[in-house]
């Protein structure tokens, strides 16, 4: 089992940056596919990033071009670097890891929760 911390968040401006990082305990990330999600109040839970393999990453529409996500298995840690941060951002983000399955492409089944961390972009 693996146990999930995230870190790095905080307050920013419109159009200002941050990194989350996500430190991963009890366990190796190189066994898990790895995402990001995020919730804001009165909203739904969205996916945000995900690594399902290293050559299937995924990214909502709303971030792409604007968030990175990556994982250096050295450190067991997973990275969203969000750029061009906008009001509507302003979300707690949580990591989570999870196992491949298939049903038709290759999907995540997350298990495993980070306790998040909270992003607010001021305008």
């Known amino acids: 089992q693996v146990q999930l911390v995230e870190s790095g968040g905080g307050s920013v401006q419109s159009g200002g940056s941050l990194r989350l990082s996500c430190v991963a305990s009890?366990?190796?990330?190189?066994?898990?596919?790895v995402g990001w999600f995020r919730q804001a109040p009165g909203k739904e839970r969205e996916g945000v990033a995900h690594?399902?393999?290293?050559?299937?990453?995924r990214y909502a529409d709303s971030v792409k071009g604007r968030f990175t996500i990556s994982q250096d298995n050295a450190k067991n840690t997973l990275y969203l670097q969000m750029n061009s941060l906008k009001p509507d951002d302003t979300a707690m983000y949580y990591c989570?890891?999870?196992?491949?399955?298939?049903?038709?492409?290759?999907?995540?089944?997350?298990?495993?929760w980070g306790q998040g961390t909270q992003v607010t972009v001021s305008s």
């Open positions: 989570a890891a999870g196992t491949r399955f298939r049903s038709g492409d290759v999907y995540c089944a997350y298990a495993y």
């Open positions: 009890g366990d190796t990330y190189s066994r898990y596919c």
């Open positions: 690594i399902v393999s290293d050559s299937n990453i």
